[in-house]
């Protein structure tokens, strides 16, 4: 379990983390969403001792990063996959933080094939491309078999084979009983992968909730339909219930369930070829809720 209690970061002017509480449970994967340069890797390099915090605390297991015997066993983390020395091949990147944690060799060759680099693992890390790189920072993070593991971005560089194996690893490991702390800006990812989401937004606190009541509150629910009297039902349906054309025969509708749709196009003899309620995606429901917290922005932003 990671708990986070009133952490906050200065870097000079800017506050990075504004009092932050929340914790990160086992057997789940926890999502950490936020814009850019909202805090979400400062507060993931806090939590593994590799930035001091200003005030607050960040502790794994009960105890802070720096006072962990063997940190490897209690945490791993993917931060910066850039953190390799080129000319040490992966077998010896991961052997040599093994040795400082009292991992054994053979536990090297495991995580090798549990990321599927066993094939170049004495290949030099500085020829791997940005996939091979992220899947050594795995593989790093899973040495010391930890019941806690924390991801920035570990879909940066990836294939589609890699995200999707990336997915089942993350449910894999919260189905072990795990801890997993992930952030990521793939929100489609994010939603098949998470349980649970922390958002922050200019360091600060925005939600902290199961993934069904985040998208559940923070968007409206919609109903699609499609008829050849799709305009005709678009004048019945009143005007306190928005109403969107999709195209000449179908409408997207907000502020009425679909049973309702339903009934009174039956009474009105409307015919029906589609009646569907639509599931809102967590990107929609995120880029609602960090609308105001969005520092970088395009001006040429098109409202959806
Ligand atoms: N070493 C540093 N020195 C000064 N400012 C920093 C430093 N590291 C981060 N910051 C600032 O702290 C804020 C939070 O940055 P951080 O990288 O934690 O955000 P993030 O949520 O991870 O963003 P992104 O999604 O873009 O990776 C930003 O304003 C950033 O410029």
Known sequence: MIEVCGLSKHYGEVLAV?????????GEVTGFLGPNGAGKSTTMRMI???????SGTAT????PYAAQ?????????????????????????????????????SRVAAVLEEVGLEKVSRRRAGTFSLGMRQRLGIAAALLG????????EPLNGLDPEGIVWI????????????AVLMSSHLMSEMELTADHLIVIGRGRLIADTTMKDFIEAHSEREVFVRSPQAEE????????????TESSDALVVTGLEAAEIGALASVSGVELHELAPRQVSLEKAFMDLTRDAVEYQSEKETSR
Do not use: C, Y
């Open 18 to 26: 504004d009092d932050l509480t929340f914790a990160v449970r086992p």
């Open 48 to 54: 593994v001792g590799l930035d001091a915090a200003s």
């Open 60 to 63: 794994v297991g009960g105890r």
């Open 69 to 105: 015997p063997a940190p490897l066993k209690v945490v791993g983390a993917l931060l910066d996959p850039g953190a390799v020395l080129p000319s040490r091949t992966a077998f010896h990147h991961l052997l040599a933080l093994a040795a400082g944690n009292g991992i054994s060799r």
């Open 145 to 152: 078999d930890p019941p806690v593991l924390v991801f920035d």
């Open 167 to 178: 997915r089942s690893l993350m449910r894999r490991m919260a189905a072990e009983g795990r």
């Open 233 to 244: 039902l678009r004048s019945m349906l009143g005007a306190a219930v928005q109403v969107r």
